[in-house]
């Protein structure tokens, strides 16, 4: 079993910055890629960035050249850097992990099994 915390979520204007964190514990070993997903009020769930053990980073076409996704291996942590931050990326954001055998299927949006409680994230206009 892996459990996740994520943690960094708030309220912030429209241009803030707020950085995500997403520690990791348990059987670490059995779990290869991580990543961030983000469900915004009356919508389905969205992939937002993800990142494998050996650093190969993706991101959804709304974030990307915006948000950065990191990892720290010493501390079992990935992290989520937004800055500019937008309304629209207003959202409860969920860290997810998992052994994924299909890095191309996870990119896609086909979560591992494990999941974080998630973290809200409110941006004002």
């Known amino acids: 079993q892996v459990q996740l915390v994520e943690s960094g979520g708030g309220l912030v204007q429209a241009g803030g910055s707020l950085r995500l964190s997403c520690a990791a514990s348990?059987?670490?070993?059995?779990?290869?890629?991580m990543g961030w997903y983000r469900r915004a009020p009356g919508k389905q769930r969205e992939l937002v960035a993800t990142?494998?053990?050996?650093?190969?980073?993706n991101y959804a076409d709304s974030v990307k050249g915006r948000f950065t996704i990191s990892r720290d291996n010493a501390k079992n942590t990935i992290y989520l850097q937004m800055p500019s931050l937008k309304p629209e990326d207003t959202a409860v954001y969920y860290c997810?992990?998992?052994?994924?055998?299909?890095?191309?299927?996870?990119?896609?949006?086909?979560?591992?099994?494990?999941w974080g409680q998630g973290t809200q994230v409110t941006v004002s206009s």
């Open positions: 348990g059987s670490i070993f059995s779990i290869n890629a």
């Open positions: 997810n992990a998992g052994y994924v055998t299909s890095y191309s299927d996870y990119i896609k949006g086909v979560p591992g099994i494990y």
């Open positions: 990142i494998t053990n050996g650093r190969t980073t």
